[in-house]
Antibody
């Protein structure tokens, strides 16, 4: 059973960079035709796709966040990571990592981690 | 346009059938996937592809699509189906997008 677990600081100051890591267990991050995504959800609001990465290193980013987002993968650690720069209070949200498959759906999700942007 | 539109709220009587819809241009080319989210929990995939259910998802959940509209149907809604439901699709560049979500109330 594949499991994903987000980790990283729960509090980030405005203008700084938010950094999160997702650790994949129960299977190799490199196996199969999967891709690995970050998705976020502000309190009381809907889901927003941030971006995805294949283990080849190929990435896609939400156009509205593209200038501030970097997603990377470390296959040796079975992890992928998110960096979001120049954060503001609007970036406060629960951040989820998820496994994508078939180009169109997310079959496994992490439990989510709350990141608050505040001084 | 690269948007997916859902009704904000829908209600259904216990045991009855409810359809939750999702509209968007991308749905003319790509399938929607559907996610159930209960308070304080991560979303769970309930439907993907033409009409596929992951293991463990009851067969009262089904999906369909026509033109620019995808639908999630719950046949015989149960109290435990009360949740938020989100559709998701992709565009030709591989970017994903989510609908705004539908809050389902089971009366």
């Amino acid at each position: 059973q594949v499991q994903l677990q987000e980790s990283g600081p729960g509090l980030v100051k405005p203008s700084q960079t938010l950094s999160l890591t997702c650790t994949v267990s129960g299977g190799s991050i490199s196996s199969g035709s999967y891709y690995w995504s970050w998705i976020r959800q502000p309190a009381g609001k809907g889901l927003e796709w941030i971006g995805r990465i294949y283990t080849s290193g190929s990435t896609n980013y939400n156009p509205s966040l593209k200038s501030r987002v970097t997603i990377s993968v470390d296959t040796s650690k079975n992890q992928f990571s998110l960096k979001l720069s120049s954060v503001t209070a609007a970036d406060t949200a629960v951040y989820y990592c998820a496994r994508g498959y078939g180009g169109d759906h997310f079959d496994y999700w992490g439990q989510g981690t709350l990141v608050t942007v505040s001084s | 346009s690269s948007e997916l539109t859902q009704d904000p709220a829908v209600s259904v009587a216990l045991g009855q059938t409810v359809r939750i819809t999702c509209q968007g241009d991308s749905l003319r080319s790509y399938y929607a996937s559907w996610y159930q989210q209960k308070p304080g929990q991560a979303p769970v995939l309930v439907i993907y592809g033409k009409n596929n259910r992951p293991s463990g998802i009851p067969d009262r959940f089904s999906g369909s699509s026509s033109g620019n509209t995808a639908s999630l149907t719950i046949t015989g809604a149960q109290a435990e189906d009360e949740a938020d439901y989100y559709c998701n699709s992709r565009d030709s560049s591989g970017n994903h997008l989510f609908g705004g979500g539908t809050q389902l109330t089971v009366l």
